[in-house]
């Protein structure tokens, strides 16, 4: 169904504007000023070839969509999300209006220009119960420039707020302040990234939030055009999002290599490049995929079931997975390789956890999230550079295991494997791509050698790069683990100090995610995490 003409009301008559008026405002305190001509002949995605340059501007999230699917060859999705997604409450003492967070993204093409709209335009607005309102945010990816562009429609005014494009060139200062404080690498963000999604409304499997479906007294926005059918699961955009990381990251990684006319071949910029595999340089959120009922919400029931720890809270599964270690072999996307059906959590153990830890999600009024053990686990950004730099031929399955094998069990915020980033080259030169892994390995291994003395993680990590076999080291050190944890959580004496042993380590992680220059910014709201 497309959008009906009628659907949507300007509230105001839009004003004819020229692109000229468009005002960049990189930070929240600057002072909004005309973007320079200059500029404006560099900037190229939809939202500013369709909506900026337009003549009347659309002034509004109704006329910005209605530009969007002009021509009847495109559509829109919306997804709704929001740390009290498991209420239906307009209202709440602990909390006051019960706002949430929608997205739109786009499908197909804008007919007139012919431009794809599909994974290159993402709006943000709040909703309410009566339906959106505040400040419309906007992302849409430049293919001109390989970069995305940041936009604020604010009180009418169009904003361009940043560019990926300014990592490396804005000061630190004006980057706190503005989009790419969140977007630390640039690229989309979904903090609630895989299943279960937990604060997105989702499968039925994972989170209806059924008060959004039309005919909801208590959310009259349920029915409106912005909603209604086009309201979808997390699960529709989680793949949107991670189509539009790999585009990026692959941008990012091609603009690093040159070929000589002689054929050798040149990545430049090698520190950057393999910043994703050896530290933590985005974050999401993750968690059991066993719904506690602890979240005082009354959409949902006390469990039954044994709750799971999430494996990427163990080991950075994902990045383990895309080289095929053996260990995870034959296991299906949601794992629960650590915390089997017969090893998880009792939900009564994990009440036991919470009042230990005396946990609270502050301005709600259940215990926990809707899904339990809840925190931040390796991104999807970092996933997928090491996976396109794998895919084109820099790094190797060896070198990738022998970096994840350094400081194993600490898959976020590793110091020690962070500490190994000093000894990667500048750039590295091989007569042909297939040989850029030995050269790359070579340098870093000449580097591992000269120096002393060397530390403990410089020794393994030397070690394991001259092995013969980097990923069955990596492995063995996974099924150690792996069999250490089994062992504890069947043990009725070691279980329960081993269960607070991990619980205390989720909480210290989600202090970091609150406190990390990465992350401070994306606790946005007080029950997000759920805290001492």
């Known amino acids: 169904m497309k959008w009906p003409a009628t659907c949507l009301a300007l509230t105001t008559a839009p004003l004819p504007v020229a692109a000229q008026d468009l005002f960049h405002q990189p930070t929240n305190a600057s002072v909004p000023a005309p973007v320079p001509q200059g500029i404006l002949d560099t900037i ?122 300014d990592l490396g060139t804005v000061s630190e200062a004006d980057l706190s302040n503005g989009c790419l404080a969140c977007h630390v ?100 959120l993750g968690s059991s995929n066993i719904k506690s009922g602890l979240d005082g919400g009354g959409l949902t029931q006390r469990a039954t079931t044994p709750l799971n720890i999430p494996d990427s809270f163990f080991v950075n599964i994902a990045q383990m997975r895309d080289i095929d270690l053996p260990v995870f072999e034959g296991q299906g996307l949601v794992t629960e390789v650590f915390t089997p059906v017969g090893l998880g959590l009792s939900v009564t153990e994990y009440e036991a956890l919470l009042a ?43 070198f990738v295991a022998s970096v994840l094998a350094v400081d194993v069990e600490t898959p976020l915020f590793s110091q020690p494997r962070a500490s190994l980033l000093s000894h990667i080259p500048e750039s590295v030169t091989a007569p042909t791509r297939g040989q850029l892994p030995d050269a790359l390995r070579a340098a870093v291994i000449e580097s591992l050698q000269n120096t002393a003395p060397r530390s403990e993680p410089e020794e393994d990590f030397l070690s394991l790069l001259l092995s013969a076999d980097p990923v069955g080291e990596l492995d063995t050190r996974v099924r150690q683990l792996l069999d250490r944890t089994h062992t504890l959580l069947s043990d009725p004496v070691e279980r329960v100090p081993h269960l607070r042993m991990l619980y205390a380590r989720l909480v210290a992680n989600r202090d970091a995610f609150r406190e990390s220059e990465i992350s401070i910014h994306l606790n946005e709201f007080p029950g997000l995490l759920p805290s001492e």
């Open 185 to 284: 690498n640039g690229a989309p963000v979904m903090k609630e990234f895989a299943f279960p999604w937990n604060h997105w409304h989702g499968l039925p499997n994972t989170f209806l939030a059924s008060y959004l479906s039309p005919g909801q007294q208590s959310w009259p926005a349920a029915g409106s055009a912005f909603l209604g059918s086009r309201l979808t699961g997390a699960q529709n955009l989680e793949s949107t999002i991670q189509s539009s990381v790999q585009r990026f990251v692959g941008k990012i990684v091609e603009d690093r290599i040159a070929t000589a006319a002689d054929g050798s071949v040149t990545v430049s910029r090698l520190p950057d490049l393999l910043d994703s595999l050896f530290e933590t340089t985005e974050l999401n």
């Open 44 to 165: 190229s995605d939809p939202v500013f070839n369709i909506v900026v340059r337009a003549d009347p501007q659309p002034r509004t999230p109704a006329a910005v969509i209605n530009a969007m699917l002009e021509g009847g060859q495109s559509d829109f999705q919306s997804f709704v999300v929001g740390e009290q997604i498991g209420r239906p409450e307009t209202s709440t003492p602990e909390c006051g209006s019960s706002l949430r967070r929608m997205v739109i993204a786009f499908t197909g093409s804008h007919a007139p220009s012919g431009t794809v709209l599909e994974g290159n335009v993402f709006l943000s607005l709040f909703l309410s119960p009566s339906g959106p309102g505040g400040d419309l945010e906007v992302l849409a990816w430049d293919q001109v420039n390989d970069a995305y562009n940041y936009y604020k429609l604010e009180q009418g005014t169009w904003r361009l707020r940043n560019r990926s494009s």
């Open 356 to 398: 230990e830890f005396n946990i609270s999600t502050e301005c709600m009024p259940g215990r926990d999230t809707l899904f339990p053990w809840f925190g931040p686990e390796p991104s999807e950004f970092d996933r997928r550079m090491v996976e396109r730099l794998n895919r084109r031929g820099i790094v190797d399955d060896e």
